[in-house]
């Protein structure tokens, strides 16, 4: 079955490091995938989505690149804020007429001023 | 920005008892889902809801779960009889470009 693996947490950086959070899957045909950010006491926030590969998601500064060849989306910030403090999920949707989501284990970030 | 609502934000029963965790999708989506995540694990996918009709659910989604639509608005999920791993942040979603997810539920079974 589908499946998404995230690089285990927690990650702590200082202010304005660059920040990579790997991500690889295993899925059947050609799934959309996904990162998600859960700020504390919140819900869960599409952060950015790439549906084929080669697409480069983007948004807020963050950055990841569907590789179909290493079947990966791995995260990348250039300089991270403090205001960047969260949990990240990796997911993937491969059922386009139910898309479920299939989530990572979520990996929290700590960014210390 | 729409916005999907969940209710109670904290939710504490027994062993045993039923609960009912409530969610208003966002007012136009046609697809619901309701997923969980244990504390420190991964967010797992429980059911989705399409036409009034449950479209797929996971093998955790056993004989005491169920969903509801009850009226225009709500999508409910209930518990018959909660066990101890029951205890969960349980999260609501609605799809319309994409899935929007409301803040979760945290249930504690005790």
């Known amino acids: 079955g589908d499946s998404v693996t995230q690089m285990e947490g927690p990650v702590t950086l200082s202010e304005e490091a660059f920040l990579t959070i790997n991500c690889t899957y295993t899925?059947?045909?050609?799934?959309?995938l996904f990162w998600y950010v859960q700020y504390p006491g919140e819900g869960l926030q599409l952060l950015l989505k790439a549906t084929k590969a080669d697409d480069k998601g983007s948004n807020k500064g963050f950055e990841a690149t569907y590789r179909k060849e290493t079947t990966s989306f791995h995260l990348e910030k250039g300089s991270v804020q403090v205001s960047d403090s969260a949990v990240y999920f990796c997911?993937?949707?491969?059922?386009?007429?139910?898309?479920?989501?299939?989530f990572g284990t979520g990996t929290r970030l700590t960014i210390i001023p | 920005e729409p916005e999907v609502t969940q209710t109670p934000s904290h939710q504490v029963t027994q062993m045993g008892q039923e609960v009912i965790l409530r969610c208003v999708p966002i007012s136009n989506h046609l697809y619901f889902y309701w997923y969980r995540q244990i504390l420190g694990q991964k967010v797992e996918f429980l059911v989705s809801f399409y036409n009034n009709e449950i479209s797929e659910k996971s093998e955790i989604f056993d004989d005491q779960f169920s969903v509801e639509r009850p009226d225009g608005s709500n999508f409910t999920l209930k518990i018959r009889s909660t066990k101890l791993e029951d205890s969960a942040m349980y999260f609501c979603a609605s799809m319309g470009r994409r899935q929007y997810f409301g803040p979760g539920t945290r249930l504690t079974v005790t």
């Open positions: 899925a059947t045909g050609y799934p959309s």
């Open positions: 997911a993937l949707v491969s059922n386009f007429g139910n898309e479920k989501l299939t």
